[in-house]
Structures are given as structure tokens and as C-alpha cells.
């Protein structure tokens, strides 16, 4: 299984797994980003790059690189 | 009248929770911005009257997500809130969280109340709960957070008095922690940082810890303790991490127990907007369009106040010299004081104008689907979606541009942004390129619609976007700079824009530049003006040496004047520079006449023009172009061609448009990357850019 967050389509949503400690900025978990919660893919920039997401009620834009370290199990 | 006592009071919360409103509804117009020892974070401050005998000192600190600085400006609330010996430490804290993200604001509040400060929780935009079928418990939310809730809603103005009413009591509250980190992170590692620090609340120590990379402040014996418990860093990264799980913990918790939304009711306005604004054609097509039309105000909107302005100091100018005694000091003030002045505040109405659509566009939201939708590409050129906003603002003036910067999280992508600003083609160059202009290209029509001139202007503003990226690229393959870029961004909620808030936006950047910038260009006017006014012996005798000489005996008085105040130029200090300066610029085309306005406007662009018209000796009627223009086009080189020919023009356009011709920017890019080194590099590299550049377009037309 290599289903991370980079890999959900418009509209999936996810379960978060797990968040590797030493790739994940702390201040991507204290806006909520956090293993258990459920994630949903709201809509990817134009040119593939950066990547809209709602976490734990905030809505925000991420980078594809950081996307891909954050493992979901897609619902 | 007994002396009212004063509490520090500091605002804390998210970005977007409408802390600024809170702040601006508390203090009025009793708000001053100031600096931060060492650092240019703006630090606003201003005054709210509690009752007849508290008066508080309120401090409106950066928004931020968490106490765990992620930029510079989030690293103030660190610091203000941990060291007790700064002049700023509150006594009460206010953090301001929004009902509709109340979950994520309580991470921040969780933190701050463990701290042990008095700590009071404000929610705001409350008006708007019965429209998003949001209810809250309030009087249990109180008891779990151990804490004073008040409901408000600033724009509104409701519940201002009841959060002041609470803050009379502050001494009484709960200082007590929320969160107990010890048992469920390590107790065996608090339990010794216990006892390193017996005195601290834990979560203090704990940062200390975690952060200590920031506390300058602290004793060298506290510095070693904390180095020794700090060895494995991975361990406390991970003690991070639980600490966040653990804390939305408590606040999923807490917030079952008291807060209701009826998911019914809620609207979905965002994601219609969304999917227009980010669309991958028409989200491009709308930021054009924005772009556009803020550039189109900037210039159309500004030309008028701006005329005025002019037209104000040069007869104020003409005033004080007819009406003060003659004398040196006289002519400082209407030769070198005013026109400085003048100088200063004809950019405001550019400035103001440019800030009024930041503020909005930044106030509804829209900003941060800009960053969204332009990331990928700003990346390509080792910039970040989040440089955009200061590159545009660059258009007006590179200084405030520069400031706009510090939101940019990893330090290469923002090296390059400030770097690269002066490249934009900021307002002063436009008076510059207006009079090259009118002189060189011929007003005619292009295919029927477009003019001459104008395209000319439009390529020199593209040539300055084109040599931005360019160098923007060049520095992002050449330069080692260790770049860690964690690029977080929430996209807030759409709202309407506070009229108060954004008046109160311009005024502070207005403000800032004025004294930033302002103080700067005003300081070198003066010197110019002392260095074209003074000079060696052939300068003061420079009326006896004129008459004397017998082809000027027939001459009428106007005229004789314009010789002696030639030949008093010339025999300057300034004069002197640029003869000295000649054999240089000479194989850009340039004599020493036109080296003197380049020596002139070094310390800023737009001097460049009232030079030239101190130089060719032309009554300077309020910088009526017309005039000036007129002699520069008559103005002959030895061989008895025109110095302003189409090589020349081009020549000193380019050269305007890629030099370092801006001390104000220089000393704000000293002041921002804390070093000299990138100021000069910037001075050296876009000099000898601007000089070859100039050189070979010269050479290639004449």
C-alpha cells in the first residue's frame, strides 16, 4: 500500500495514518493535520502543485512533496 | 486626579480571526506602530481606557497558529510572552479566536494558558453563529478551559464592554494549566525539567527547550541546563508531536461536550468561489484582471494628487524663499528642505492607492488563492507562491515591498524575493522614463490604437518583471543557502472587507514608508542640494569670472544669470564629481552633466529629473516637463549633436532600469537579511548589469 494524500483524487477522502516525525513540520499537525482525521482533497492547484485539503475542519494548501509523506487509508 | 493604573494587555490569535478589528475597536486611533529592538517587525501598540482607574497598554502581536514560531514575525509572540524582563510582557493576555475555526484556535489558546498568564478567550464573528447553526455552552466551556469566554463580534462592536468589565478582575482568574503535558508525554523527562527550573510554569521550561534557539535572554547557567536536557533532538521533536495529538485531544473533548453545528444550515459559498477563483483558466484570466486594474489606479488615480503636490511645494518653495530673509539658511529650507519634503510625499498617493487593494484583496481572502495559484510557478524560479504579493507591491516602491516579504517561510525563497524586488519597476523611475521618453520615441500611433509611448513604458515594466525572474533564476541555481521550506497555508473563508480595517492598513504602511523611506531621501536631498550649492574658489567667484568676460558684456540679465548659475554648477562639489566621473560613463554616451544626475539621483531614482533642471539651468515652473524637456532636446555635444539622441535616450532608460539607485532600499534589505552582504551585492551585481547593459546598447546604436 503506498496511498498517500498526493494520491487521492478531487473530492476523496482519507483517513490519516501515520506522520513521520522527522519529515512533517509540527506546524502542519497544530493545524490539525493529524494522524485519525479525516482528510478530503478539495481541489489541486492548475499546474498539479500546491494541493487544497481539508483537515480537522481547516482548510488549507500544501505542497505536493509534503503530501506525499502523509499516508492515508482512502475511504 | 489619582493616576490610573496601567495593565499590559497582549493580543494573540490566528491569522483571520479578526484580532486587527478587535485591536482597532479597543484602541481607536490611540495606536502608534513601533519597531522591535534589533528587528522591523512592526510593533503596534495603543491605548483602551478599562475604567476610571485601569488604563491598558494593548499590544496587537502577530497572528499565528501556534506558540512554535514558523517565521520571524510569529517569533515576537514567543518572546513577548516568555520574557518577563521585556518592557511588552503582559500582564493579561487576549488570545482572540474565531467560532467558526474554534477548534484549531484553541491549540494556540491551550498553549498560551499553560504558560500560567492571566489568559481571557475571545470568540469572535459570534453574530454570525445562528446563520451557521453554531451553538455554544459557554458557561461549560468556561469551566473546562479553567478560564474567562467572552462571545464577541468587533466589527459589531458587541461584547467589547463585557471583555473589558472582565479584564477589571484579571488578578482573580485561573492561572492554572490545561494541558498536563508531564503524564502523558514523559513523565521520567518533565519530572527532571521540573526540577531544572522549580520556578517556571512546565510549559515554559518545556519551550525553553524546544525553542532554544530564541532565548537570548536567558542566564548562561539556564543555557547549559537546557543544552544538557535538549541532546536528543529527535526525542523532543517527537515529544512535539505528541504534545499536539495530545492537546486535540482535550480540545475534541471539550468541544463535543459544548460546541454544535447543525451541518444543515451551513452554507457553501466557499467552494463555488473556489472553483472559479482557482479555476485553471479563469483563476488565471480574474488575477489578471486584478493585476491590471490595479496598475491601471495606481497610475490613473495617483497622476492627479500627485500634480498637486508637486504644484504645492514648488510654490511653497517659491514662497519661503520670497518671504524669509535671503540668506543660507533660507535657501536650505526652500531649496533643500521642501523639495525634499516635496519628494517624499508625492509618493503617497501611489503608496496609499496600492495598499487600498492589498488590504482588500488580503481582507476577503482572495490573497491566499493567489499564493494557491501561482506557488507551482513562482517555485520554477526558486520563489514562493507567497512572493507574488511582495513583487507586485514593488510596482509602487520597493521598500514597503521588501517589508511584505517576512511571511515567506523558507529563507532561500525569501533571500530571492528581496533580492530581486528593486528589479520592478517602482514609482520612482516612472518620472525618469516619462521625460526619455517624450525625448526619444516619436508620439505616433501603432497598428491604428496603441501609442508609441506607451508601449515603450509597457516594455520597460516588462523588462523590469523579465530581469526579475531572470535573476531570480540565476540566484536560485547559484546560491548555497540552507532552505528548509515547509509551505503550510490556510485558505480562509471569503469575507466582506472592513472598511475600518483597511483605512487603518494604509495609514500604518503609509506611515512606515514615510518614515522608513521618507527620512532617508529627505536627508540626501539635503546634502545634494548642499553639494550643488557649495563649491571651491571658481564657485564663489564665479559672478566676477562671468562678467568679466567680454562675449557676455552684451548679454541681458536673465540671461547673464543662467550663465552664472551654469558656471557655478559646473565649479560645484557635485560639478566636480561628475567630471570626475566622465572617462566612465562616457562609453554609455553620457558627459558630465548627466553623470552629476545619475551622482544625484544615487540616493533616489526620481531625482534624476530636477537634476537635469538644476543643471540646464532651466526655471523650474513646478517641474512643468514641457520646459525641461525643451532644453534637453536642445542640449548639443561638442561636435554640436544632440546629447539626448536615441542611443543616449535608450542608453540611460536601460540604465534606470536595472541600477541599485536606491539608498532607502539598501538600508531596509540590511535591516531585513541582517547583513551587508546582500545590500551590496545587490548595489554591485544590478550596477555592473545596468553598466554593460547600457554600454553595449550605446555602442550597438550609436
Redesign the interface.
Known amino acids: 500500500m503506498n496511498n498517500s494524500i498526493a494520491n487521492l483524487k478531487v473530492g476523496e477522502k482519507g483517513i490519516i495514518e501515520e506522520?513521520c516525525?522527522?519529515i512533517i513540520?509540527?506546524?502542519?499537525?497544530?493545524?490539525?493535520c493529524?494522524?485519525g482525521q479525516i482528510v478530503q482533497l478539495?481541489?489541486i492547484?492548475?499546474?498539479?502543485?500546491?494541493l487544497?485539503i481539508k483537515v480537522?475542519?481547516?482548510?488549507?494548501?500544501?505542497?505536493q512533496d509534503?503530501a506525499k509523506q502523509i499516508k492515508v487509508t482512502p475511504l | 486626579m489619582r493616576k490610573a493604573k496601567i495593565v499590559n494587555v497582549a493580543l494573540v490569535g490566528n491569522p483571520n480571526t479578526g484580532k486587527t478589528s478587535l485591536f482597532n475597536q479597543l484602541t481607536g486611533l490611540n495606536q502608534k506602530v513601533g519597531n522591535y529592538p534589533g528587528i522591523t517587525v512592526d510593533k503596534k501598540t495603543g491605548t483602551c481606557k478599562i475604567n476610571q482607574n485601569l488604563v491598558a497598554e494593548i499590544i496587537d502581536l502577530p497572528g499565528t497558529y501556534s506558540i512554535n514560531p514558523t517565521s520571524l514575525d510569529e517569533t515576537i509572540v514567543l518572546e513577548t510572552l516568555l520574557n518577563e524582563d521585556s518592557l511588552t510582557h503582559p500582564d493579561v493576555v487576549i488570545v482572540v479566536a474565531e467560532v467558526e475555526n474554534l477548534k484549531r484556535n484553541l491549540l494556540l489558546f491551550s498553549q498560551i494558558k499553560d504558560l500560567g498568564l492571566p489568559t481571557i478567550l475571545a470568540i469572535n464573528m459570534a453574530d454570525q453563529m445562528d446563520k451557521k447553526g453554531i451553538s455554544i455552552d459557554l458557561a461549560q466551556l468556561k469551566q473546562e478551559l479553567k478560564s474567562e469566554v467572552v462571545l464577541i463580534s468587533a466589527r459589531k462592536k458587541q461584547g467589547i464592554d463585557t471583555l473589558k468589565s472582565l479584564i477589571e478582575n484579571f488578578e482573580t482568574w485561573n492561572t492554572e494549566p490545561i494541558a498536563n503535558i508531564s503524564n502523558k508525554i514523559d513523565s521520567d523527562f518533565f519530572a527532571e525539567l521540573k526540577t531544572t527550573f522549580p520556578n517556571n510554569s512546565l510549559y515554559k521550561s518545556w519551550l525553553y527547550i524546544t525553542q532554544f534557539e530564541y532565548f537570548n535572554f536567558l542566564s548562561s547557567e539556564d543555557k547549559n541546563n537546557v543544552t544538557k536536557l535538549r541532546d536528543n533532538i529527535n526525542k523532543i521533536k517527537q515529544f512535539q508531536h505528541k504534545e499536539t495529538i495530545y492537546r486535540y485531544q482535550i480540545i475534541n473533548d471539550i468541544l463535543q461536550k459544548v460546541y454544535k453545528k447543525d451541518k444543515l444550515i451551513a452554507k457553501d459559498l466557499r467552494s463555488r468561489l473556489d472553483r472559479i477563483l482557482t479555476h485553471k483558466i479563469f483563476g488565471y484570466v480574474i488575477f489578471a484582471t486584478i493585476m491590471l486594474l490595479i496598475f491601471q489606479s495606481i497610475f490613473e488615480w495617483a497622476s492627479l494628487p500627485m500634480d498637486l503636490i508637486d504644484i504645492l511645494f514648488a510654490n511653497l518653495s517659491e514662497f519661503t524663499k520670497n518671504n524669509l530673509p535671503s540668506g543660507p539658511l533660507t535657501n536650505l529650507i526652500a531649496e533643500g528642505v521642501i523639495p525634499g519634503i516635496g519628494g517624499v510625499v508625492i509618493f503617497i498617493p501611489q503608496i496609499a492607492i496600492l495598499f487600498l487593494f492589498i488590504a482588500i484583496l488580503e481582507e476577503t481572502g482572495y490573497m491566499s488563492r493567489v499564493v494557491f495559484l501561482m506557488d507551482k510557478i513562482m517555485r520554477k524560479f526558486g520563489m514562493s507562491g507567497k512572493s507574488v504579493i511582495p513583487l507586485i507591491s514593488g510596482t509602487a516602491c520597493a521598500i514597503p515591498a521588501i517589508m511584505a516579504s517576512r511571511n515567506i517561510n523558507g529563507w532561500k525563497e525569501r533571500l530571492i524575493t528581496i533580492l530581486v524586488i528593486p528589479f520592478t519597476t517602482c514609482s520612482a523611475r516612472l518620472p525618469v522614463y516619462a521625460i526619455l521618453i517624450a525625448l526619444i520615441i516619436p508620439k505616433q500611433r501603432v497598428l491604428g490604437i496603441f501609442n508609441l509611448q506607451g508601449l515603450t513604458l509597457m516594455a520597460l515594466y516588462l523588462l523590469g518583471f523579465a530581469a526579475a525572474i531572470a535573476s531570480a533564476m540565476l540566484l536560485n541555481k547559484t546560491l548555497k543557502v540552507q532552505n528548509r521550506s515547509f509551505f503550510v497555508i490556510e485558505m480562509p473563508n471569503y469575507k466582506l472587507p472592513s472598511i475600518k480595517n483597511v483605512f487603518y492598513t494604509i495609514v500604518e504602511k503609509t506611515k512606515a514608508f514615510i518614515f522608513g523611506a521618507g527620512k532617508i531621501i529627505l536627508a540626501l536631498s539635503v546634502v545634494l542640494w548642499f553639494l550643488a550649492s557649495n563649491g571651491s574658489t571658481s564657485f564663489q567667484n564665479a559672478e566676477e569670472h562671468i562678467k568679466s568676460q567680454p562675449e557676455n558684456i552684451a548679454l541681458s540679465e536673465t540671461a547673464l544669470n543662467k550663465k552664472i548659475s551654469s558656471y557655478k554648477l559646473k565649479h560645484s562639489y557635485i560639478g566636480y564629481l561628475g567630471r570626475t566621473i566622465e572617462p566612465a560613463i562616457e562609453p554609455m554616451g553620457y558627459d558630465w552633466k548627466i553623470g552629476i544626475a545619475l551622482i544625484s539621483s544615487f540616493a533616489a531614482r526620481e531625482v534624476f529629473v530636477g537634476a537635469l533642471a538644476t543643471i540646464y539651468s532651466v526655471e523650474s515652473d513646478g517641474y512643468s516637463v514641457g520646459t525641461i524637456k525643451e532644453r534637453m532636446a536642445a542640449e548639443v555635444n561638442s561636435e554640436g549633436e544632440k546629447r539626448f539622441n536615441f542611443a543616449t535616450g535608450i542608453s540611460l532608460l536601460l540604465f534606470y532600469a536595472f541600477a541599485m539607485q536606491c539608498i532607502g532600499t539598501l538600508a531596509i534589505v540590511k535591516r531585513e537579511t541582517n547583513s551587508w552582504k546582500w545590500p551590496i551585492l545587490q548595489l554591485v551585481g544590478m550596477g555592473i548589469l545596468a553598466y554593460v547593459v547600457s554600454v553595449i546598447a550605446y555602442t550597438i546604436l550609436s
Open positions: 506522520i516525525t522527522d513540520p509540527l506546524n502542519l499537525l497544530e493545524m490539525g493529524l494522524p478539495i481541489q492547484a492548475p499546474l498539479k502543485d500546491p487544497y480537522n475542519g481547516s482548510h488549507l494548501a500544501i505542497r509534503m
